[in-house]
């Protein structure tokens, strides 16, 4: 974008602050990893600079008097196990949300399933070195994991917004559809034209594969063992033109050509 946005401790006015709240949702949406340099001397990749921003927006929601906020999040997944598991970019976020709670802000948290969108980028398919086909390396076993496509979530705030009584103090989980890897596969199997099998790896030898967040990604699997709630049937009610994972592969065959 080529700005620098200032530190939250360098917004002296309201105004000067609700502006940079407004920077800061806007980035948000973007998968921003920081929103300004982590001059609080935390490590390049740190969650912590996202949550000292996220709980800033809480403050400014609250002394503002904000009537409903809407937080989207995913769990905090190690004060849920206990420390047993760590998932870094579900636990900041999680933390933000109890701090929005915490703080009596008038709100609703909304926790989204995995995005199909990632089936297309960091989860897509990858070409066997043995044979002719495609492997999807998740390590869910055969566990169903719940998914949605980032597209069908906007209509789905909008219809939280236009119904406050129902929804303000409220957490909910939202899912298009709940499918295992196989099944996964066997979509994608369709869309490319050529055959997609599930890897059946174990998240004990995926988070020994050579890439930074290896270990994390195999600790967010295990969460999603765990069955975290998700309403498949609220989703729809709230967005009843949400896609499944069949319709957004056939929407998306353009990207499947560049796997």
């Known amino acids: 974008m080529g700005r620098r946005y200032p ?33 609080d001397g935390s490590p390049p990749g740190s969650p912590i600079p996202r949550i000292l921003q996220g709980k800033l927006v809480a403050d400014v929601a609250k002394s503002q008097g904000l009537k409903h906020v809407v937080y989207s999040g995913p769990e905090n997944v190690k004060r849920l196990t206990n420390g047993k598991l760590e998932v870094l970019h579900f636990d900041g976020k999680g933390e933000v949300e109890e701090y929005f709670w915490s703080i009596g802000v008038s709100m609703t948290s909304v926790r989204v399933a995995a995005y199909f969108e990632n089936f297309l980028g960091p989860l897509k398919p990858v070409k066997a070195s043995d044979g002719d086909y495609y492997t999807l390396a998740m390590p869910m076993g055969d566990v169903p994991m719940d998914g949605i496509s980032v597209a069908d979530i906007g209509a789905i705030v909008c219809s939280i917004f236009n119904s406050p009584e129902e929804f303000v103090g409220k957490a909910m989980g939202l899912s298009a559809e709940v499918l295992t890897m196989q099944q996964y596969a ?32 195999a600790n967010m699997c295990r ?7 998700r309403d498949i049937k609220l989703t729809h009610r709230l967005n009843p033109k949400v896609k499944s994972f069949s319709q957004f592969i056939s929407e998306n065959q353009a990207a499947l050509k560049n796997l």
């Open 7 to 39: 530190h939250p401790d360098q917004c002296g006015k309201d105004s000067e602050r609700m502006e940079w709240v407004g920077i800061a949702a806007a980035k948000s949406l973007q998968s921003c990893p920081t929103l300004c340099d982590p001059i």
């Open 223 to 229: 969460f999603y063992q765990m069955k975290p709630d």
């Open 186 to 217: 066997d979509i994608l199997s369709k869309g490319l034209g050529k055959e997609v099998r599930d890897a059946k790896i174990t998240p004990e030898a995926y988070e020994k594969l050579k890439f930074p967040a290896a270990k994390e990604m």
